[in-house]
């Protein structure tokens, strides 16, 4: 059986090499290399096929493929062979142009050569990217093949002046050799020649016996398609297409070209005509991989992936459809999907750069940081450093993303310096993005020199279109971020060394900068009006002042890092950036020493006054005013403000007052276009129902202009009802639509309040685009409604901690919670600063909160869509509460609570019970542990409304959090430094959140600015995450391996070290080597010894 299945190899293998022979002689050589390569595969020993390829690669000038080809077939010890094959063989490697046989002239004319790049051949590589293309010419090559040594630019030289005039009479001679002789000059590259030649044989007119043209014309039609003449290749095209209308190439390569030209609808139709004209499997792969990259440039992504999926059932081994397949899953936000397919691509093909770089970036999104690391590296790799600017400024942004400023700054530096001197356009953009993503790593850090550094050279750069990069919207948005970036680096600076309490961004910067920094639009003439330019950083700078105590700052952060873990989410998007953790356990801490300082006063019957300099909202005459909700929310705002400055987290109404009544707000899509979202995707479902809900109890929608849309005819309702999709749900409506989630008051009985705004939309641009989103626009009477739910709110939680009630401090903390979630005051931060808060009010309380929060659950949207805070209590409840925190029973809980209420003269105190009961339900059983406790609630919450009931529709019910993990407890509030005293100023606080191991903000001098290169924080990964499982990962200058290999172990070593050459060489001294210098043998960066004998 082994033996007839040889035989039967074999036998496929030169039936293959004969297609192959045949489709060459048609001159069809992208086609005939295929079958070449599938008959080698299936026989190495195949003569026939190593001959002819090798002398097709000869011609084609791949002089070393063909060498090595022939040396097989000349040194094949196959008996059974042909002598005289392995004779030609051996004289072919002494004279190769002895051998090239010519196409014989009675060989019917081939329509066209297949080797030189299709006109859309650019357009699919940088797709395969993700890189966006225009719809026009410009999706060939930028560089045109060369012309017996000149280029093919404007002003070249004509071919008819280079061709030789034998050549030009061959065509009145011999037409069909004359074909023939076009074909191989445009699979040498000599574009002019060959079009001049092929005018003069279409001149000619018929071939000999009456045979129409349709070579000459596909022929000159590729020409000039290669030459960016792209409508008159369609013309030519055209014309073959009228000649031979069953010939498939012709309607193949007009589609390529008016793909090219942008004409898409025309395009898909000619491709999918070849594709039902073509018989082999192959070829029809090819054509729906054509119409795949079609559809995938209009984001047209599920119908681009039909195509592709199509592709690969008939061409297995084409891996370019399947990295297009993959890029089309991604960008419907199917990662993983995405992440298979890539991999099953490069199996297939290991070499591809592309799809190395979009399997990093799809690891990347889905926040797999090794993952995606070892992708980019390999990336790096195989294209080069300085062609590599897209990967390097990946990783940066994921080391940026991990609050691992430093390690980013080191491999920006790396890709900086490979950016080439006098650059072209393409890389002049990669320059703006890579010299403002290290201007933001050093801004965040302190280091504010360096930042404005980086930020002035981005904005000096002069930034043209290319073919490849277009205009780069991201590289001119991020040159005019870095106007605003350096005026709030020099902002800063002046400031490092003032106590935080005075340091106020919202009030100090004008608001018509804040405006156009949160739009991230250009400088205009009304902000230069309206502005004056921070002063520059003095060259020279008195030394700063001591450092605090180094005990107190590491005892503070150690409990910094604690608390700040439970903030993270646990979903995929979301990565564990310890910079953002570290500051928001900080800024807990802070905030739970205030609020004990504030229940002194309070149970004296004196509220804590706070100075007016520093506060965002109400202030008095006398210079201090009581503590109230802004004030502990603006300690928090502060943190978040200092430690990632590129983001704008501002308080709203301070804003214009033209932008403020206008209603700037948040808005997070959540399905977009045809892409889900990579981080909020998973509440859709839940999304759609409270908004179906919503439409169905409220009887009407709001169009774009906010008149009323009914929802009154059974049908209509029933549409709306039974809509699953966004696009069903818009054609149930019928026009752009939202509705608005009403949120209950606990102030005021009755009283509902404007919760987010649910939106449908159409996305026109994207064919059967829509997005589902929520908006939230801030207004004046809107503060207003939530100003009075969270004062409230803050005076129920202020009572409950001067009392002392547990229960009560949880549920006021909680209600004050969902309401700051709904509200949204901030442009950018307000679930974060949410989620400080309650670990501050819980850390004052003597009850810190020590679960984390689980995976797939996101508290603030949990607010959001649950109109009833009862519903939102006890949905938290369930996984954070301590078991302190939980009410002994309902009843009492109830009493409790109502009669707070009812002390902070609200008369909505029935209206709570809902709420207390909630929280009761979440109540963990006698004896269980805290771990359980998200086996105890019923998800229904205490509403039976509309919005909350399960009868509400799919997805409307509050979401149920699995059962919570719990870490280690943080050491009581009262053993801890204060934060205050400990670090009171700007410089004091930056420091402590880059760690003890980094060099004080005063030595701002470049490179000087973070000390060694190899300096981490302590348990920070490596910048190349070194593993001796297979190093070939990062191995930037900073940490530069080498990896050796010897007779008896293997090890990482760095080069520089005697043990390199040894070690290779002497595996026997090797060991008393290692013994000897094992204590150099670890990372420098992180101290970690992971070498392996």
Known sequence: QAASASSNEAQLSYLLSNRAFCYEQLN???????????????????????????????????????????????????????????????????????????????????PAASVPTSPAAATREALSTGQPIAASATDLKASSPTTNGTTTAKGRVKGSQKLGSQLLDLAGRDPQQAINEGVELINVGKLDEAETLLDAVIAEGKLPGGQPNVGAYVSR????????????????????VQMEPRYSESWKRRGQARSALGENEAALQDL?????????????????QERGTILQKQRNYRLAAVEFEAATRLDPRNAAAMNMLGLCYTSQGRLQDGIDMYKKALRLDPSSVDTWSNLGIAHKEIGQVAEAEKAFAQSIKKRGDAESSMSFRMIGELRRGLGEHCAAIHILDRALAAIPINSGARHQHYYVELSFLRGACYHALGYHKSAVRDYNAAQAAILTASPDVGSSPDARQQQSLAFYQRELAQYVHKRLDWRLNTYFLDKDISPVFKENWCKKSPPDRHLMQNYTEQSHIPADEPAPPPQPDPKKVAQLVRAGDLIGDKLRYGHQGFLANKRQLRMGGLAAIELAQVLRSALKYQRVGMPLRVPNDGASGETSASGSHPFGWRDAMDILVRWRQLSEPNDQVIWVDLLTKQEFEAGFGSHTPIFSGQTQCVRYYMNFERALGVFKTVLLAEGRAFD???????????????????????????????VDCWAVVPIESISRGGHSLEGTRLTVVRVHEIPDGYEVSIRTPVTPPRWIDFDEELRTAWEVLMGALVDGNRPAIATAALHFAYYWYNFMPLARGTAVVGGMFLQAVFLAADMPVTASIPKGYQTDWEAILSSKVGDFVASVSAWMLPREARPPTAPQMVTTAAATLAAAGSDAAAADSNTAAAVSDATVAEGASVGDAGDAVNGSGGGSGAINGHGGGAGSSPAEAPPAVHGARPPPLETLPEVEKVLGTLRARLEALNGPDRPRLHTDDGKQSLGSPLAKEPGEPCAWRCSCDGCDLMSFPHAELAWVRGNTASICVPPDRLAHATYALFGFIADFLYSKIKQQLVCPDCQHQPYTR
């Not at 039609?221 to 073959?240: I, K, M, Q, Y």
């Not at 009914?710 to 696009?727: H, R, Y």
């Open 28 to 110: 069809l050589n992208r086609k005939a290399l295929k079958d070449y390569d599938v008959a080698l595969q299936k026989d190495p020993n195949n003569l026939q096929a190593l001959l002819r390829q090798g002398k097709m690669f000869h011609a084609m000038q791949r002089t070393e493929e063909a060498q090595g080809l022939w040396m097989r077939a000349a040194h094949c010890e196959v008996m059974s062979h042909d002598i005289a094959l392995i004779i030609e063989a051996q004289a072919l490697l002494r004279n190769p142009d002895a051998g090239v046989a010519s196409v014989p002239a009675a060989v019917p004319a081939a």
């Open 704 to 734: 774009a202009h906010n008149v009323a849309v009914p929802i009154s005819s059974q049908s209509k309702k029933k549409a709306v009802a039974s809509a699953t999709t966004a696009e069903q749900l818009h054609k149930a409506l019928g």
């Open 272 to 288: 999918k005509k070849a594709e039902e004209l073509t018989a082999d499997r192959v070829g029809k792969a090819d054509c729906c």
């Open 221 to 240: 039609g590729t020409a000039r398609a290669l030459l960016r003449n792209l409508s008159a290749a369609v013309a030519d095209f055209t014309e073959a």
